[in-house]
């Protein structure tokens, strides 16, 4: 382990597992990271709703998260988008969901400019048509999150985007 540990720290980015998370309204992808931080991968989709914060605690406690990073909607500016306050509110929650659980996983807001259009693009190009690509299609948006997430901490040696609670 001391090897990938070492291989980590020369990268510029911590080593641990990540989950990636693409808030919907109906729907919520979620993805995660191997512990070296190379490939994000997508784990399920759950239903937006009671239990939704209640079951990523319990994915991040299995998978032994360091950290959670929610896909924030920002327009091509660069500011935040319409929905921006609701991924927001739900961040704080999911936030104060680890902290009942006195689990020390920091939720951070990271940008997710056309990562839907992405995931979208990825699974019509493989093949995946209609109702099968609609079923995981958040998954997939929430690998291009994390995806996105781990490349940014490579490139630049800092956690991506912004934890909650410090100012949005």
Do not use: N, Y
């Amino acid at each position: 382990m001391k090897v990938a540990d070492d291989a980590a720290d020369r990268s510029g980015l911590r080593h641990g597992v990540r989950l990636g998370v693409d808030l919907g309204d109906v729907r919520i992808g979620i993805a995660r990271c191997d512990p070296a931080g190379v490939l994000a991968t997508p784990v399920e989709t759950l239903q937006r709703g009671p239990g939704d914060l209640d079951r990523i605690v319990t994915l991040a406690t299995e998978h032994e998260a360091i950290e959670v990073v929610v896909g924030h909607p920002t327009s091509l500016s660069g500011r935040p988008g319409p929905a921006a306050q609701k991924v927001v509110a739900f961040a704080t929650e999911l936030s104060a969901a680890f902290a009942r659980s006195r689990l020390s996983v920091p939720v951070r807001l990271v940008d997710e400019r056309f990562t839907t259009v992405s995931a979208e693009r990825v699974l019509r190009d493989r093949g995946t048509k209609g109702a099968r690509r609609r079923a995981v299609v958040d998954q997939a948006a929430a690998v291009v999150i994390l995806q996105h997430a781990l490349d940014t901490e490579r490139s630049t040696g800092q956690p991506p985007g912004q934890e909650v609670g410090q100012a949005q």
